[in-house]
Structures are given as structure tokens and as C-alpha cells.
Antibody
Framework: EVQLVESGGGLVQPGRSLKLSCAAS????????MAWVRQAPKKGLEWVAT????????YYPDSVKGRFTISRDNAKSTLYLQMDSLRSEDTATYYC????????????WGQGVMVTVSS | DVQMTQSPSNLAASPGESVSINCKAS??????LAWYQQKPGKANKLLIY???TLQSGTPSRFSGSGSGTDFTLTIRNLEPEDFGLYYC?????????FGAGTKLELK
């Protein structure tokens, strides 16, 4: 059974940093691209970052480019999201997601971790 | 970026009824449209991808149709567990983009 478990969320002040983790199990982690998707309170879903299976390529939307860094440790089956220069608009639940048969298709999701950016 | 417009925003129905949710892309996405279900306390679930292909484990009462810019999710014979939020998402090009969601509520 595929399991994705996020951790590392919490309350952080604007301008500060936070690092999220996602522990994966139930599939060959090193064979799949992985992604982060977020959802602001009472809002829709927004893709945040993707990393290829080997970690050599990463992709971001303009809203987080230069501030967020996605990475992975295939030996530990763990995905990360380093979030720097956080803004109030980054307040959201962050989901870890596994890429499916096609890049950008998310076939398994974690339950999410809340990040609140506030002074 | 491809904009996804989902309708209706809210939908009320009773168990046993059939409902449809629509999703329109701002440009052609070929067949690459996915539908997800979101319920409180549970991981988001991929229901359908590539417009009409059921993900493993998705009940057959769910079906997807459409291509190009216009897509539809149909749920026949609603079950109590089907009530929740539904999102469409295009997986044709980067960045992947989502519709605003449809809340399916019990009438």
C-alpha cells in the first residue's frame, strides 16, 4: 500500500524558513517523480514543485520560484520542500504527491501538513 | 498557463441520483484531464485520468468523458461516500493546473 506521510509544518513568521518532509513507502520511491501541491484555507489546489526520479531536474511555478527548493533522498525514500522567505500567502496545507503514469498526474497523495505564516 | 473552469461550484443531490460536473480548459489539452475526490481527514484520491480512464479502485459508477477543452465527470447511483469535493486538473502540460472545485452535498 502506498503511503505518503508529511511532517514539519507549523507556525512561522514572515520572512523565515521552514522545511517539510514526506516519508514514502509501498512503492519504489527512486523510480518516480514526486511533487508538492498546496491548498490555501478554503481555496483550491495549487501545484508547488516537482522533482524527477533521480533528482536532477526540478520545476516550480513563478509564485515560489527562487524561494522554495524541492529535493529528495532516494536512500531514505524521503521528499523535502525547503521554503525560504515565507509570505502570508504561503499559508496552506501542503501535500506530498507521487507522479503517476504521466508527468503532472498525481496518483497518490499524503494527508497534508499545515503551514501558517503569520507574525 | 492553462486555466481550468469547473462548474457548478456547488451541487446537492440524494443517494441513488446521478450528477455531472463540468470542466472547461482555456485551450485544448487533448484527452489529459484528471478528476480527484477530496474528503476531510483523507488523502486526495485520483478517480479518473486521461479524460476517461478509471484509476484502479475507482467504482464503475464514476465515468469521465470529453476531449479538447470540454470534459465531464458523471457519477451514477450516488452512494453516501461520494459526497465531498471534486477537482479537475489538466495533466497535458506544465504547470499542471486545477479547477476551483465542486462541492457535492447531500440534499
Amino acid at each position: 500500500e502506498v503511503q505518503l506521510v508529511e511532517s514539519g509544518g507549523g507556525l512561522v513568521q514572515p520572512g523565515r524558513s521552514l522545511k517539510l518532509s514526506c516519508a514514502a513507502s509501498g512503492f519504489t520511491f527512486s523510480s518516480f517523480a514526486m511533487a508538492w501541491v498546496r491548498q490555501a484555507p478554503k481555496k483550491g489546489l495549487e501545484w508547488v514543485a516537482t522533482i524527477t526520479s533521480g533528482g536532477s531536474n526540478t520545476y516550480y511555478p513563478d509564485s515560489v520560484k527562487g524561494r522554495f527548493t524541492i529535493s529528495r533522498d532516494n536512500a531514505k525514500s524521503t521528499l523535502y520542500l525547503q521554503m525560504d522567505s515565507l509570505r502570508s500567502e504561503d499559508t496552506a496545507t501542503y501535500y506530498c504527491a507521487k507522479d503517476g503514469l504521466r508527468r503532472g498526474l498525481f496518483d497518490y497523495w499524503g494527508q497534508g501538513v499545515m503551514v501558517t505564516v503569520s507574525s | 498557463d492553462v486555466q481550468m473552469t469547473q462548474s457548478p461550484s456547488n451541487l446537492a443531490a440524494s443517494p441513488g441520483e446521478s450528477v455531472s460536473i463540468n470542466c472547461k480548459a482555456s485551450k485544448s489539452i487533448s484527452k489529459y484531464l484528471a478528476w480527484y475526490q477530496q474528503k476531510p481527514g483523507k488523502a486526495n484520491k485520483l478517480l479518473i485520468y486521461s479524460g476517461s480512464t478509471l484509476q484502479s479502485g475507482t467504482p464503475s459508477r464514476f465515468s469521465g468523458s470529453g476531449s479538447g477543452t470540454d470534459f465531464t465527470l458523471t457519477i451514477r447511483n450516488l452512494e453516501p461516500e461520494d459526497f465531498g469535493l471534486y477537482y479537475c486538473q489538466q495533466h497535458n502540460e506544465y504547470p499542471p493546473t486545477f479547477g476551483a472545485g465542486t462541492k457535492l452535498e447531500l440534499k
